[in-house]
């Protein structure tokens, strides 16, 4: 599975083994324009044929990535929920939030425009997986139930590690009361007292990444690197659905080799 050199991606840098292969891609280098272009209106690499683009494009874009990985995606329909499928047996886009896989050439994928995707693998490289972390599904553990997934198929001692990639950070990510509540109740309430900031009269601001670490470390992840990048405020390489409301969605992929 050889990356083309002329689309530029992000590759998670973690201590992931050598069979892996990870990365996430950025808003240019496919066939969409408009919103779901990149910066100037112009080839766009959406991969989300749910969000109003045209079904040629996003079907030309999802072939790029294909190409890059050797096989067709094991696409989702992503309803912000905690539900984990076994990708080898998702075979129409199956209604979950996160998928795994123990066979090689078999790539996972979540797509995300503000949401938090994590990559994860064993470091024996025995298994890998995607999850979509919407604030609902991380709330309702879909990290949690992800890392469980896995330890069922290799074992309760396995290393799992885990790649957080770009999405919306606290300083953007304004919620109401009924949010942050949801927060305090759910099973990453531990981090509520770092993750929320109160911008006073019910509005708060919401640290995605902290509840993201928080239920990772709860599930026994041993090792979790952050790429620290900001989706909203970078909107030359990403889309941003709470900035523009009307855009595309980038892709984190990762596959056995």
């Not at 905690?82 to 795994?100: F, L, M």
């Amino acid at each position: 599975m050889q990356s083309k050199p002329e689309l530029e991606v992000i590759v998670p840098e973690w201590n992931a083994p050598e069979n892996v292969k990870a990365f996430f891609t950025l808003r240019s280098g496919g066939m969409s324009a408009g919103a779901y272009g990149d910066k100037e209106g112009f080839c766009g690499l959406n991969l989300g044929n749910h969000v109003g683009d045209n079904k040629y494009s996003v079907r030309g874009n999802r072939r790029i990535v294909a190409d890059m990985l050797g096989s067709e995606p094991k696409w989702l329909r992503q309803v912000h929920s905690s539900r984990v499928v076994k990708a080898d047996e998702n075979n129409a886009e199956e209604e979950a939030d996160a998928e795994y896989t123990m066979s090689s050439g078999v790539p996972c994928v979540v797509m995300t425009a503000d949401c938090v995707p994590v990559l994860l693998c064993d470091k024996k490289g025995k298994i890998v997986a995607a999850s979509h972390a919407g604030w609902k599904g991380l709330a309702d553990g879909v990290l949690q139930n992800t890392v469980a997934a896995m330890k069922k198929e290799i074992g309760d001692d396995a290393e799992i590690i885990a790649w957080i990639g770009p999405h919306i950070r606290k300083d953007h990510f304004e919620v109401r009361d009924d949010v942050a509540d949801y927060y305090r109740a759910s099973s990453v309430s531990a981090a509520a007292d770092e993750a929320l900031e109160s911008l006073g009269e019910g509005v708060w601001h919401l640290d995605l990444a902290r509840f993201a670490k928080e239920a990772l470390k709860q599930a026994g992840v041993t090792e979790v690197t952050d790429c620290e990048r900001d989706t909203y405020s970078d909107p030359e390489h990403f889309y941003s659905y709470r900035r523009d409301k009307v855009t595309g969605r980038h892709g984190a992929f990762i596959c056995k080799r």
